[in-house]
């Protein structure tokens, strides 16, 4: 994707020579990987080879064991001397990004609405009318704007889901990581979660970084499909190229087992 000619021509996110072992199981092995402002790549693969790792350590929720992750040119992994980056640096840029998990991770004990206003007055320092007005804009967009004041509990797995998609958009972050957002759904609610991401796509210029198993919906979605192996990547390429002519006979097992279930 192009940027202005006022923005350096960065990536948005950058893994150079990414490595990450815990123990003596190697789960990544030497990344490089590069994803442009407003582009939306989709990690595809067998379950275990890497691709939740990934998104972790782009949140900073691990720490690599090896290489350098750069957010819009700046590493989330040292300084500029080679030291671990401060709590406060890290957070900082950590900022640009918003993760949505497998897992909804709503607080029970609050409502919907306060679910979202947490991050806007804890995080950007907003008034609780700000909070609130921001927080609304972004239930709307999920459909869900009617459910301010009910309770998680009270929600489908869907709507959960949704609500978390919000919460996380609600930092207006410029890189998104979806880690497997429909893998603890009902089959039946799958389609109303993947719908919101596709009208975020559609309509907006949020870099995102996905990782799923609906290969309908890579397809629909990506601008690039990189496909993982036991922490590698195998091959990567158009959505059309990966899944219309793969070149890796590996990429063509895997399509295969997921797409004849």
């Keep these: 994707m192009p940027s202005s000619a006022s923005e350096p021509a960065v990536p948005a996110i950058a893994f150079g020579?990414?490595?990450k072992s815990f123990g003596d199981l190697t789960v990544l092995k030497a990344?490089?990987?590069?994803?442009?402002?407003?582009?939306?790549?989709?990690?595809?693969?067998?379950?275990?080879?890497?691709?939740t790792t990934v998104l972790r350590l782009a949140m900073t929720l691990e720490r690599p064991t090896a290489g350098d992750i750069r957010v819009f040119g700046e590493s989330i992994v040292n300084d500029a001397n080679g030291r671990p980056l401060?709590?406060?640096e890290e957070a900082r840029i950590r900022r640009r990004c918003g993760m949505v998990f497998q897992q909804f991770n709503l607080f029970p004990h609050l409502t919907v609405l306060d679910n979202l206003?947490?991050?806007?007055r804890s995080v950007l320092g907003?008034?609780?009318?700000?909070a609130t007005e921001l927080a609304i804009e972004h239930l709307r967009l999920v459909g869900l704007e009617s459910k301010a004041l009910a309770w998680p509990g009270s929600l489908s797995g869907g709507q959960q889901q949704r609500i978390a998609i919000a919460r996380a958009l609600v930092l207006r972050p410029e890189i998104l990581l979806l880690d497997e957002i429909t893998s603890a759904l009902d089959p039946e609610l799958v389609a109303e979660v993947l719908d919101v991401v596709r009208e975020i796509a559609r309509t907006g210029r949020t870099t995102m970084l996905i990782?799923?198993?609906?290969?309908?919906?890579?397809r629909e979605?990506?601008?690039?499909?990189?496909?993982?192996?036991a922490g590698h990547v195998v091959e990567e390429g158009t959505a059309e190229q990966i899944f219309r002519e793969p070149t890796s006979e590996r990429t063509r097992v895997f399509l295969r087992s997921v797409l004849e279930r």
Excluded: C, W
Excluded at 126 to 130: I, N
């Design 17 to 19: 020579g990414v490595s």
């Design 31 to 51: 990344l490089n990987l590069a994803v442009d402002r407003g582009e939306r790549v989709t990690l595809i693969g067998p379950s275990g080879s890497g691709k």
């Design 86 to 88: 401060k709590p406060s």
């Design 117 to 120: 206003l947490l991050a806007p």
């Design 126 to 130: 907003m008034s609780k009318a700000q």
């Design 211 to 218: 990782v799923t198993h609906e290969m309908r919906f890579a």
């Design 221 to 229: 979605v990506s601008d690039r499909v990189v496909v993982f192996d």
